[in-house]
């Protein structure tokens, strides 16, 4: 599940968003959540009445003060200058997407390649390596965010990337008129693909230049399944937020596909990560969360 951090993040994007009325190909920086899953999450860990005020200004501005007086820590001190001395395209993207509370820094010498490649629609999507990182996320230690009570700090994680690169097959320059918001969606096969969604799908460092969309997709929640094969599906979200009860067709046997009425650009990838990453504590945790609902007993019907 995702961390109250993960979720004031989202929501305090969406809802800025929407007041400021920015267009989306106008960002080259953006930080990329579920906001389904984290109202949801929200909805059912706070009740309707706390979940109303969510999205207030007075609560947007809250979350803001609290994050920027979080606790530090010389450890967490320590990483963050590593981070803002670093280059790394990835790390110079977390750092300056000012509406994210968190930033990462990547470790290439652990990173496992893949090499696959899908060609559709004028794109050419690239899965390049699977790589550790450590993770500087502002976490809520106490209290409530819905309730003005929270009380938050700077906290380290050991985190695993998927890595992406997506060129135009027409090798013309990104735009702000051309410009493409790719949407990634995570599922592992065997689960119930619409709860798998929501519970992996989690925060993506998006970072562009004249050619190259790169994309770090997060993984951390997923390692409960380790061992197991993934899947993570790209769409183009420009003007539409792909819905994955509408665009995937899974059965429980591993059949796992993008239906054929999605026209606009996309791609599927297929892969496994070692079982050296598997969390158990975690797998057991989502086991007990979810033993009263399709999660782990998955009906695809509506699927088909």
């Keep these: ?11 305090t994007q969406q809802v800025e968003r929407h007041n400021k009325k920015v267009s989306i190909k106008r960002k080259a920086v953006i930080t990329v959540s579920t906001i389904t899953a984290l109202m949801l999450c929200l909805l059912i860990g706070a009740g309707a ?3 109303i005020n969510a999205g207030t200004p007075e609560h ?18 320590k990483l963050r200058q590593l981070i803002e001395k670093s280059d790394d395209i990835y790390s110079v993207a977390s750092r300056e997407d000012k509406g994210s509370f968190r930033e990462i820094l990547l470790d290439y010498d652990t990173s496992v390649p893949v090499n696959q490649t899908v ?4 794109y050419i999507y690239k899965f390049i390596s699977i790589t550790e990182g450590k993770k500087l996320d502002n976490v809520c230690v106490s209290g409530s965010p819905l309730k003005g009570t929270a009380e938050f700090e700077w906290q380290i994680f050991d985190s695993l990337y998927a890595l992406f690169e997506i060129t135009r097959t027409d090798g013309e320059k990104i735009t702000d008129d051309n410009y493409v918001f790719f949407r990634n969606q995570n599922f592992v096969i065997g689960t119930e693909p619409l709860f798998a969604y929501m519970n992996f799908t989690d925060d993506t460092i998006y970072f562009r230049d004249d050619n190259t969309y790169y994309m770090a997709v997060e993984l951390n929640d997923m390692r409960a399944f380790a061992g197991d094969e993934f899947v ?5 979200a420009t003007t539409n937020d792909p819905d994955p009860r509408k665009n995937i067709y899974a059965t429980a046997d591993g059949i796992f596909e993008i239906k054929d009425h999605v026209t606009e650009t996309h791609a599927l990838f297929r892969f496994r990560i070692d079982e050296k990453h598997k969390d158990l504590k975690k797998l057991e945790e989502f086991k007990e969360a979810n033993k009263d ?4 007993n998955p ?6």
């Excluded at 599940?1 to 929501?11: L, P, S, V």
């Excluded at 993570?232 to 183009?236: A, G, L, R, S, V």
């Design 299 to 304: 009906n695809y019907d509506f699927y088909k």
């Design 293 to 296: 609902t399709v999660f782990f």
């Design 232 to 236: 993570i599906c790209f769409f183009d």
């Design 1 to 11: 599940m995702k961390t109250n951090n993960e979720m004031i993040e989202c929501i």
């Design 49 to 51: 009445s706390g979940f």
């Design 119 to 122: 060609t559709n629609g004028g």
């Design 60 to 77: 947007i501005e809250y979350l803001k003060e609290k994050t920027e007086n979080a606790k530090r820590t010389y450890t967490t001190e």
